[in-house]
């Protein structure tokens, strides 16, 4: 939900489903869009950083242990919770088979869509 937490709660806009697997703990009362009547309409937002290839696995863990670190503050957790997400979990190694699989799958629906470049 992101930005549009904010005018959720605040009224402006009305939400009708949210894309996720399941109903958000910030917002309980929205349904989700399979509950809503389209199954399988499931989109997310997520956030990464990168490092160069090649670099050091020792430097990869540290900076995931940082980062999961810093991301399990109860400050960062509610700024989360707040904007209806939630903590991300996955280890560097399930982030690049979720990140692959994001690849195909938009790349599918790309071409499916019969979209062209111009």
């Known amino acids: 939900m992101g930005s549009s937490a904010a005018h959720i709660r605040g009224g402006r806009i009305k939400a009708i489903a949210v894309a996720a697997p399941r109903r958000s703990p910030a917002f309980p009362n929205v349904p989700t869009a399979a509950e809503s009547g389209l199954p399988g309409y499931e989109v997310s937002t997520w956030y990464a950083m990168w490092v160069l290839k090649g670099t050091p696995k020792a430097v990869n863990d540290r900076i995931h242990a940082e980062l999961l670190r810093?991301?399990?503050t109860p400050e960062l957790k509610q700024v989360w919770l707040n904007n209806g997400s939630e903590v991300p979990t996955l280890t560097p190694e399930q982030f690049g088979r979720f990140f692959s699989d994001e690849v195909k799958r938009?790349?599918?629906i790309?071409?499916?869509s019969g979209a062209k470049l111009e």
């Open 70 to 72: 810093a991301m399990n």
């Open 106 to 108: 938009w790349g599918r």
């Open 110 to 112: 790309a071409s499916d």
